[in-house]
């Protein structure tokens, strides 16, 4: 079962605890910006978690102007992240889970010391107020710099997802060149291994191996050590190559990479 840390208590708590049972996914992202992406990334991630569990989820991005939500929408889907709603719907009753930035306030003094912002959010305090925010568990999602998406815009949109996921969403991101490189530098590697895997005999997710990569997204979404383990079945020489490959892909439900994406072209 997926577990996560709620910010207004500090404390994990089960992400869905009615199995199967209707979810809200609420995207608080207040500012088109690259920390405004990523909270949408946490929660398509999340999203997509849930619903490898068979829990139906409906994805919600609130926030400040219809612009300026139409425009990081854009940006978003450019990342890899399905389309979030407009509005509320689904059944009337069900449980909401909240990501927001780790800058908003109202998510309680342990989401707010996580997230390195001490002291009384108000007038002059520059953060956002989070509505109805003790009503539901709550993803914080440390800032990302430089901000600005035009900054990292030649990156390329799969590059900047795996940059990202590279590291836990609680922990500040510095998207650098170094790293942005070593990010395409995985991907092309890793999408040209798959695409080799592929022309072999398909083999099962070893048992043992689908159990730690759940281990890991159930651990408060801990794609970081999702993709260690992805690391370390590209290695394992007791692997066969069909398996590797079916992990993969396997994973790439969650991680939304693409990995299988070279399938049939030369290598």
Do not use: N
Request: charged share 30%; hydrophobic share 40%.
């Amino acid at each position: 079962m997926l577990r996560i840390i709620d910010a207004r208590t500090g404390v994990p708590v089960p992400a869905a605890p009615a199995r199967r049972g209707f979810t809200r996914v609420e995207a608080h992202a207040p500012g088109r910006d690259t920390t405004g992406l990523r909270v949408l990334l946490v929660a398509d991630v999340l999203v997509r978690t849930l619903e490898l569990d068979g829990t139906p989820v409906w994805a919600l991005l609130t926030g400040e102007g219809a612009e300026a939500r139409k425009e990081l929408r854009a940006d978003a889907a450019a990342l890899g992240v399905r389309p979030f709603e407009e509005s509320p719907g689904g059944p009337g009753r069900g449980q909401t889970l909240r990501v927001v930035r780790g800058d908003v306030s109202g998510v309680g003094d342990a989401g707010a010391t996580a997230a390195g912002g001490g002291g009384p959010a108000g007038a002059g305090s520059g953060r956002e107020p989070l509505p109805d925010a003790a009503t539901a568990p709550t993803l914080t999602v440390a800032p990302v710099d430089p901000a600005a998406r035009d900054a990292v815009a030649g990156a390329g949109a799969d590059v900047l997802r795996l940059a990202l996921l590279e590291r836990h969403r609680s922990t500040p991101v510095r998207l650098d060149a170094a790293v942005l490189d070593d990010a395409r530098d995985t991907l092309t590697r890793l999408r040209r291994a798959v695409a080799v895997w592929a022309r072999q005999p398909s083999r099962p997710v070893p048992c043992e191996v689908r159990d730690r990569l759940r281990a890991a997204w159930e651990d408060d979404l801990d794609t970081p050590g999702l993709l260690r383990e992805l690391r370390r079945v590209e290695t394992d020489p007791d692997l066969a190559d069909g398996a590797r490959f079916e992990t993969f892909a396997y994973a790439d439900r969650l991680l939304g990479l693409d990995l299988t994406r070279d399938l049939g072209s030369p290598v």
